[in-house]
């Protein structure tokens, strides 16, 4: 199985600006990764399991969608790729990677 710095290499190795789900791919040379910040989706999970716990059925239990994202640019990869950040894309962003 290829390592995160493998596939990022092999991305930018064909010139291709790489989106990837997880922000290691980033710090191993990637573009830009975009998740879901699972801290808070855990703690909601727990929150969830307690209600099971004290008898709420899971059915009853209502479904709830990620609200906190990460966006992580590494400016060093698209200045390799010729490619300009729009300033407001990186005031957006939770991490640059200079």
Known sequence: MAS???IAELVAAHQLPGFYPFERYVEAG???????DWLPMS??????VGQILRGAKPADIPAEFPMKFKLTINLKTAKALGLTIPPHLL?????VIQ
């Open 43 to 48: 703690r909601r999970h727990g929150v969830m």
């Open 30 to 36: 990637g573009l830009i990764s975009y998740l879901v």
């Open 4 to 6: 995160y710095t493998q």
């Open 91 to 95: 005031v957006l962003a939770d991490r």
